[in-house]
C-alpha cells in the first residue's frame, strides 16, 4: 500500500497491507491484505478510497470478508456468517460532505445493501460444498476496545447478531458507487453477555486464521461463477 498514491498504510500487524492482482479460473481479481479501520486514527474517506480505487480499475462485484464477535447463542467460534443487513454505530459517514455525483447519489437507498443475488449464490455454493453458513445482521462499532456486557446486551437488543469495527463503510460506498457487493463474517469469539469470557487478540486471530481455508474454497468456487 506504500507504493500506492493517497492509500493509506495498514497499522494492524496481521494486516499485511498489500494490493493482489490476479485470477482465479478465468476471472481477473483484485485482492487487499488488510484493510483500514477507524480505529486507527483514519478518516471514512481514507477507509473506503481502495473500493473506489478498485471500482475505477473496472471490478464489478466486491467480495468482503471480516472477523466479528458473535452475540447470537446459535453461533459458534469459526462459524461462517453471511451478512444479510447491519446496523451502523459508527460515529462518522464516509457519505458526509460535498457529494460528487459523478460517482453517485448523495441520499444513497440502503434497504438492500448486500445484492441479493450474489447472496443466493453465496448460500448456493455454500450448500453444494456441504459447508454450514449461517446468516445475520452484523453492527459495526468504532473500537478498539471490546465491548461491555452492557454494551453487548444493548447491542443484541437492537437485533444485532454480530459486532464487528469495519466492513460497514466499505458497503455504504460500495452502494454510492453502484458496486454490488456480499460480505462474510468468521466468528472469532462468543459474546454472550450473561456469560462472558475474557479474550486476547491472538484467541481472535488463531480462530480466524483456523476458518481461513474454508473461507477461502468458499470465496474462490463463488468468483468462478461470477
Given at each position: 500500500?506504500?507504493?500506492?498514491?493517497?492509500?493509506?498504510?495498514?497499522?494492524?500487524?496481521?494486516?499485511?497491507?498489500?494490493?493482489?492482482?490476479?485470477?482465479?479460473?478465468?476471472?481477473?481479481?483484485?485482492?487487499?491484505?488488510?484493510?483500514?479501520?477507524y480505529y486507527?486514527?483514519?478518516?471514512?474517506?481514507?477507509?473506503t478510497?481502495?473500493?473506489?480505487?478498485?471500482?475505477?480499475l473496472?471490478?464489478?462485484?466486491?467480495?468482503?470478508?471480516?472477523a466479528?464477535?458473535?452475540?447470537?447463542?446459535?453461533?459458534?467460534?469459526?462459524?461462517?456468517?453471511?451478512?444479510?443487513?447491519?446496523?451502523?454505530?459508527?460515529?462518522?459517514?464516509p457519505?458526509r460532505?460535498?457529494?460528487?455525483?459523478?460517482f453517485?447519489?448523495?441520499?444513497?437507498?440502503?434497504?438492500?445493501?448486500?445484492?441479493?443475488?450474489?447472496?443466493?449464490?453465496?448460500k448456493?455454493?455454500?450448500?453444494?460444498?456441504?459447508m454450514p453458513?449461517?446468516?445475520?445482521?452484523?453492527?459495526?462499532?468504532?473500537?478498539?476496545?471490546?465491548?461491555?456486557?452492557?454494551?453487548?446486551?444493548?447491542?443484541?437488543?437492537?437485533g444485532?447478531?454480530?459486532?464487528?469495527?469495519?466492513?460497514?463503510?466499505?458497503?455504504?460506498v460500495?452502494?454510492?458507487?453502484?458496486?454490488?457487493?456480499?460480505?462474510?463474517?468468521?466468528?472469532?469469539?462468543?459474546?454472550?453477555?450473561?456469560?462472558?469470557?475474557?479474550?486476547?487478540?491472538?484467541?481472535?486471530?488463531?480462530?480466524?486464521?483456523?476458518?481461513?481455508?474454508?473461507?477461502s474454497?468458499?470465496?474462490?468456487?463463488?468468483?468462478?461463477?461470477?
Open positions: 500500500y506504500n507504493e500506492i498514491p493517497n492509500f493509506p498504510i495498514a497499522t494492524v500487524e496481521f494486516h499485511k497491507g498489500n494490493l493482489l492482482f490476479g485470477t482465479i479460473g478465468d476471472t481477473q481479481v483484485v485482492a487487499m491484505q488488510g484493510r483500514f479501520h486507527e486514527g483514519y478518516t471514512m474517506q481514507q477507509i478510497f481502495p473500493i473506489r480505487v478498485m471500482k475505477a473496472g471490478i464489478e462485484y466486491l467480495l468482503l470478508s471480516n466479528a464477535g458473535g452475540m447470537n447463542i446459535d453461533f459458534k467460534k469459526g462459524d461462517l456468517v453471511l451478512i444479510d443487513d447491519h446496523i451502523n454505530e459508527l460515529p462518522e459517514n457519505l460532505g460535498l457529494n460528487d455525483a459523478a453517485g447519489n448523495r441520499f444513497v437507498d440502503m434497504s438492500c445493501p448486500y445484492n441479493a443475488q450474489l447472496n443466493s449464490l453465496i448456493k455454493i455454500a450448500q453444494a460444498l456441504n453458513l449461517k446468516q445475520g445482521v452484523y453492527v459495526a462499532v468504532q473500537g478498539p476496545n471490546l465491548e461491555t456486557r452492557a454494551e453487548y446486551r444493548h447491542l443484541k437488543n437492537m444485532a447478531d454480530m459486532v464487528g469495527m469495519s466492513t460497514v463503510p466499505e458497503v455504504i460500495a452502494n454510492h458507487i453502484g458496486l454490488p457487493c456480499a460480505a462474510i463474517s468468521v466468528v472469532t469469539d462468543e459474546c454472550d453477555p450473561d456469560d462472558l469470557q475474557p479474550i486476547s487478540i491472538a484467541e481472535i486471530i488463531a480462530v480466524a486464521g483456523k476458518a481461513d481455508e474454508k473461507l474454497a468458499l470465496i474462490v468456487e463463488v468468483v468462478k461463477q461470477l
